[in-house]
């Protein structure tokens, strides 16, 4: 069994584990105080506040299908701090768990906009939470309908209670876009961060660049001649037949 380095240096898969650990400790507490506080000072609230869709698109980004834990787990810690108020049966349970994974397929749109390219534009960033909200709506839905309910009245229902969150989804993202890393796959991530610092070990003094005084044309004419096997050095320009 691997150890944390005492040196601050820990592995690949002991960081994917203090980052996932790290966004369920924030959905968790996040979530029950969001319950019992919205329960106890504003019980009439038609909204439901949640960051569920956030924290678990973030997770989505940043380790793909790992990311199915968060709204999983959701639905489980949502009826467990709901039943403090109320009565919540195995049905509840199994809309929200089950609905919620609907939010995955989500992922898809990384193979059509890759991850880098669809945070570098606001307009592009905003299509990840929406069409994610849209499969949370149309799952949840789906779900209720196999135990009966109206499929069209949970839709429009869940719609409703939901929109705020979405709201809160966006913001996220405009803001997280502009973190370097943040919504950025986390082995790319690190093998970025590993060759930038590999890069930045090389000192100035080591660096050629007499390059910089040789011409568009001089340089075209160096890509284009052949070099001769061996070192990779054409020396026939340098030492012409006669004088060898």
Partial sequence: MKKLNIGGVVSYNQYKLVDIMLFLVIMTALEAVNVFAIKKWFP?????????????LIVLVRWNFLAAIFPALHGVLFCA????????????????????????????????????????????????????FILLLLGRSAVAACFGHRFIDILGNTLFTES??????????????????????????LKRVAREREDARIPKEEVWAGYTELDEEELKSLHGDKAEEGDGIDLRDEYPPESR
């Fill in 44 to 56: 009439g609230m038609l909204f439901t506040v949640s960051l569920m869709l956030t924290v678990s």
């Fill in 164 to 189: 705020l969150n979405l709201a809160f989804a966006l913001i996220a993202f405009l803001i997280l876009r502009r973190f370097d890393g943040m919504l950025e796959d986390q082995k790319i991530y």
């Fill in 81 to 132: 701090f709901l039943s403090s108020f109320q009565t919540v049966g195995v049905e509840e349970y199994v809309i929200y768990s089950v609905g919620n994974l609907f939010i995955l397929p989500s992922w898809f749109i990384f193979k059509v906009i890759p991850k880098e390219k669809l945070f570098k534009k606001w307009y592009l960033t905003v299509i990840y939470p929406v069409i994610a």
